[in-house]
C-alpha cells in the first residue's frame, strides 16, 4: 500500500474549473493533468499498483467521487487520481492511501460504478 500524497493541481485545472460552463467532459488539457497524477502517484495505478505511463492509451483519469452522484466534485484536484485500463491484479479488495486516509475497495464496487448499476 502506498500514499498518495496530493500536490498542487496544474493551473490549466485551476483556469478552466473558474472559467464559464466548466465541466470535466469540456476540460482540454488532461494530458496535463495525467502528468500531474502520475508524477504524483510515482507512475503508479491508485487501485493496483501497477505501472501507468501518462497517456490516454495506457491510463484513465478516476474521479474517487463519481461524477453522476458528486458534480460538484469533477474538477476538484483531490477527487482526481490516474487509473491503469487494465485494473491488474486479483485481490477481491484493494486498499490505498489517499486523502491521508485509508480506504478499501472493493473489486465489486468497482465493477458495479463501471457499469453503472447499482447495488
Request: aromatic share 6%; proline share 2%.
Amino acid at each position: 500500500m502506498r500514499s498518495i500524497q496530493k500536490g498542487h493541481e496544474p493551473g490549466t485545472l485551476t483556469r478552466h474549473r473558474n472559467s464559464a460552463h466548466a465541466d470535466y467532459e469540456n476540460y482540454a488539457a488532461k494530458d496535463t493533468l495525467r502528468v500531474s497524477l502520475v508524477t504524483e502517484q510515482r507512475g503508479l495505478c491508485c487501485y493496483c499498483l501497477s505501472r501507468i505511463r501518462a497517456n490516454a492509451q495506457a491510463m484513465k483519469i478516476a474521479h474517487w467521487h463519481s461524477q453522476d452522484r458528486y458534480p460538484a466534485e469533477q474538477l476538484d484536484y483531490q477527487n482526481l487520481l490516474g487509473a491503469c485500463k487494465e485494473m491488474r491484479g486479483s485481490a477481491k479488495v484493494r486498499s490505498i492511501v489517499t486523502l491521508g486516509r485509508e480506504i478499501e475497495i472493493s473489486h465489486e464496487i468497482l465493477q458495479t460504478q463501471r457499469t453503472g448499476s447499482r447495488i
